[in-house]
Structures are given as structure tokens and as C-alpha cells.
């Protein structure tokens, strides 16, 4: 890095730097290539370079095709909003682009001042350090420290990552993927975050792919498969108030909601689809992702398939460590739990969902039902979990979901 002129003194802004240095490294994504950050040195990355599209529906449904037997309702198209990126990663699985840290320390320019902004923006300091226009394939990053970012890392879609021993400090999301296939997260430390890694099917998810007849919707990416996350440390941002927790709540889940989920679309498009309750469902379980440590999202019911979660700990959170839609092959090997259910991440202010720090997405319940949030689920395997506290069990369902169906899904299990 500092061959091309990086001053790494936590001050000069080094974006174009870091920049010149990956292009000239992989021949601007035609060739595999590396870069080294020098022990001890200080990055700051400050500049947004490049944006990438937050939705790629063109508001059409399918013109030939029926939603449940009847014509499919079609959705005005929406003007995407631009997500902007300062570093841009151009890997691809045949050409791999490796970051070696060396234990130096990237600074970006979020804080937790603008962490309690009433409302976020698409506009700096609301913005991705690493990212790409396009999916990235095939990313290592290694033995780095990674702080004041908005979002560590968004892309379209995410396959083959790897990335070990890195510490995350001060940010918003650590990752923000539309997908993640093969991924691998290893001796991941996040620390006064307000989001973990979130995985989700809405990038190009509102005009889904049709069977012939009509009756098969499958959305394009592979949302969450095969991830892996072994050994991440998740610490929720706290706040000096539980005015101020309720703040950087509604304004990171309106954030996400604006420019991403689009709460009642969803309903709208699984309605057409003869999957009202599913709508209901996962608007019910997708609402937010404040204090979320791992999420997957399928909109359509499409299986999130062969993830698996290893000694994970959270800690001073008040949203489901983990929450997933159509889970399907999973393995839960260790949850630790410290002060995790509760308002601000503290027991003294009460469990979330109470009336002194009501939940937006579950008003039937004034306690978290379960560690980790699942609908539909099939072949899940948990074992070491934590519950209790300011959580009722480890596992749960929406509360929408009826007892019996409850009872048949945990009894299949």
C-alpha cells in the first residue's frame, strides 16, 4: 500500500490510494493480486468513489404468467437509491484479490454522533468502505482493524469470501449483502455495532422468476448458502439513554426499510402469490436489524440452505441474535448470550418489547420468544444455545405463526 503513496496516519484521507493499489495489483480485476498494509499505520478511508443500485426491480410482474390463479398485481417501479462505496473490490472467483492487514487499523469517517441522526441518509458518512456496482467473489481479508464505518462491506452478491481475524469497532452494519454463497467469517470481533452481518434477498427480489405455470417462485440469488460464521464476537452499540437507543433504532430500520426491505411491497408480491400469511410473517420478522448479529432473508420461501453458526457469543443486544427465513439445513454449534433481550442491552431499563422500549415487529410479546428467530425452518440442529433473561427460549417462531403449526414444525426438528 504505502508504495503508492499512503500516508496511514489516521488523517490524510488514503481512499485513492487504497484504490490505485487494488487496480494496479489486479490488473483492474483481470488478474488475481494482493495488497499489504503495514503494522501499526493508521488508514483513513473518507471518500465515496463509486455507488451501487439499493433496488433492481423494474416494477413489472410477469405479463404471461398468474399469481395463484389470477393476474399477477404489478408494482410501480421504484427509483433506486445509490449506495455509495470508497473502496472499490473487484474480485471475481477466477481472479481473487487478497487484503493482508498485518494489524493495521482502517478508519472511516461514521460516529456515533451520527449514529443518533433522526434520520440517515444515502450520503456520507452513510456509506460502505468496501463495495462494488457488481457481486464480489473470492475476497480474503486478513488480520485487520476496521473502525467508524457506516457499513464495513455491501455488495450485490458475496460468494467465497474469507475473511480472518478481523475486529470491527464503531459501525453501523459490519456486512450488507443482496447474497452470500460459500462464505466464510472466522475470528470476526464486532464491537458497538448496531447491525452484524445481514444477508437478504432484495436486491432484484421485487420481480421474482416464474415457473411456466405460474405456481414456483424463486428469487435469482442464493441468498444464504453454505455460509459460515465460526467464532464471531457480536457487542450491540449501547447508548447513554434509552431515548438515544430509540433513536439509532427507528433511524437505522427506517433507514433499511427505505431503501431495501420495503415493508408492505412484500406483502403485495407474496399476496399475488397465493402466501399472504408468509408475507405477514416475514414483514412481521423483517421490519429491523438494529442489534441483529446474523440475518438471512428469502422473500419467496426459497431454503436458505447449509448454514452454519460456531462459538458465537453476543452481548448488550435487544433484537434476536439470529434471524432467518427459510432455514433449511442449519447448525447452531454455541450462542453465548450476555445481557442480551433487554432495552439498550441492559437489564436495568426492562426486555425489549415492554412498554418502556416496545419492539416494532413483535407487539404480541413483551419478551424475546427464542435466541434465534426461524420461519420456516426444516432440519435445524442446535446444540449449546442459550436462552433465559430477557429471552423465553432458545428457538421460536413469529408469534403470527399458530400454536399447532408450532407444534408440528419444533416436533419435525
Known amino acids: 500500500m504505502d508504495d503508492f503513496g499512503c500516508a496511514g ?3 490524510t484521507d488514503d481512499t485513492q490510494c487504497f484504490n490505485t493499489a487494488i487496480n494496479y495489483a489486479t490488473a483492474n480485476g483481470a488478474r488475481a493480486g494482493a495488497i499489504t498494509l503495514t503494522q501499526g499505520k493508521v488508514y483513513f478511508v473518507g471518500t465515496i468513489t463509486g455507488y451501487m443500485q439499493t433496488a433492481w426491480d423494474d416494477g413489472t410482474a410477469p405479463s404471461t404468467d398468474t399469481c395463484g390463479g389470477v393476474a399477477c398485481t404489478n408494482i410501480a417501479p421504484e427509483t433506486p437509491g445509490y449506495l455509495g462505496y470508497a473502496i472499490r473490490i473487484p474480485s471475481s472467483q477466477s481472479t481473487p ?21 433522526a434520520t440517515y441518509s444515502l450520503n456520507a458518512p452513510f456509506f460502505a468502505v468496501f463495495g462494488s456496482e457488481q457481486g464480489i467473489s473470492s475476497w480474503n481479508l486478513y488480520d485487520v482493524n476496521i473502525g467508524r464505518a457506516f457499513i464495513v462491506a455491501a455488495a450485490r452478491g458475496a460468494a467465497y469470501w474469507r475473511w480472518d481475524r478481523v475486529t470491527i469497532n464503531t459501525v453501523g452494519v459490519a456486512v450488507m449483502l443482496g447474497s452470500s454463497q460459500y462464505d466464510s467469517f472466522r475470528d470476526l470481533n464486532i464491537q458497538n455495532a448496531t447491525a452484524g452481518i445481514i444477508v437478504g434477498g432484495w436486491w432484484g427480489a421485487r420481480a421474482p422468476w416464474t415457473s411456466a405455470n405460474g405456481n414456483v417462485f424463486l428469487n435469482q440469488f442464493n441468498l444464504g448458502d453454505a455460509t459460515s460464521l465460526d467464532g464471531v464476537v457480536f457487542y450491540g452499540a449501547n447508548w447513554g439513554t434509552l431515548s438515544q437507543s430509540q433513536t439509532a433504532q427507528n433511524a437505522l430500520d427506517t433507514w433499511f426499510n427505505t431503501n431495501f426491505f420495503h415493508v408492505g411491497d412484500n406483502q403485495t408480491r407474496l399476496t399475488d402469490q397465493g402466501k399472504a400469511s408468509l408475507g405477514a410473517v416475514t414483514d412481521s420478522m423483517w421490519r429491523g436489524i438494529y442489534h441483529v448479529m446474523f440475518a438471512t432473508y428469502s422473500r419467496y ?3 436458505v440452505l447449509g448454514v452454519s453458526v460456531h462459538n458465537a457469543n453476543v452481548k448488550g443486544t435487544q433484537n434476536y441474535p439470529i434471524v432467518a427465513t427459510g432455514a433449511n439445513s442449519w447448525v447452531i454449534d454455541g450462542l453465548g448470550l450476555e445481557e442480551v433481550g433487554y432495552c439498550n442491552g441492559s437489564a436495568a431499563n426492562g426486555t425489549f418489547g415492554s412498554t418502556s422500549c416496545p419492539s416494532p415487529y413483535d407487539s404480541a410479546n413483551n419478551i424475546l420468544p427464542g435466541s434465534v428467530l426461524m420461519y420456516p425452518v426444516e432440519n435445524i440442529v442446535l446444540r449449546g444455545v442459550s436462552g433465559g433473561g430477557g429471552i423465553l427460549d ?14 408440528f414444525d419444533f416436533g419435525r426438528r
Open 301 to 303: 420461501g426459497r431454503a
Open 9 to 11: 496516519d489516521g488523517v
Open 394 to 407: 432458545a428457538i421460536a417462531e413469529p408469534p403470527q405463526i399458530s400454536a399447532s403449526q408450532q407444534l
Open 97 to 117: 484479490l487478497t487484503i493482508y492487514g498485518n494489524g493495521a487499523t482502517i478508519l472511516s469517517s461514521y460516529t456515533q454522533a451520527a449514529g443518533l441522526t
